[in-house]
Nanobody
Framework: VQTVESGGGLVQAGRSLRLSCAASGFAFSTSAMGWARQAPGKNRQWIAGIESDGRTWYDSTVEGRFTISRDNAENKVFLQIESLRPEDTGRYYC????????????????GGQGTRVTVSS
């Protein structure tokens, strides 16, 4: 799994941002994908997922402001963030998601360095 995340940056609170992830190394169109966020000093947290049929899932902390989408023709997944808050600051990673995985198969498989988002108040 290889992913290249982009679109992060320094933004003011209240603004919007669209993160992109280009994925390769696996059958993208038939795979679920998602995004995780690692805030400074905290563990990485799964925040949004999208299955191959378009069904989506969001953590309660982001539902309503974040929208995940995908483009199977381009092997890309996106995360639209509205009304950015300082607590959205962190590094955002996309990953291959296996929502019904059982051990030892990992539920998430990351492949990139993420993209950093910093929200100023």
């Amino acid at each position: 799994v290889q992913t290249v995340e982009s679109g992060g940056g320094l933004v003011q609170a209240g603004r919007s941002l669209r993160l992109s992830c280009a994925a390769s190394g696996f059958a993208f169109s038939t795979s679920a994908m998602g995004w995780a966020r690692q805030a400074p000093g905290k563990n990485r947290q799964w925040i949004a997922g999208i299955e191959s049929d378009g069904r989506t899932w969001y953590d309660s902390t982001v539902e309503g402001r974040f929208t995940i989408s995908r483009d199977n023709a381009e092997n890309k997944v996106f995360l639209q963030i509205e009304s950015l808050r300082p607590e959205d600051t962190g590094r955002y990673y996309c990953a291959l998601w296996r929502p019904r995985a059982t051990p030892p198969t990992p539920e998430y498989e990351y492949g990139g360095q993420g993209t950093r988002v910093t929200v100023s108040s």
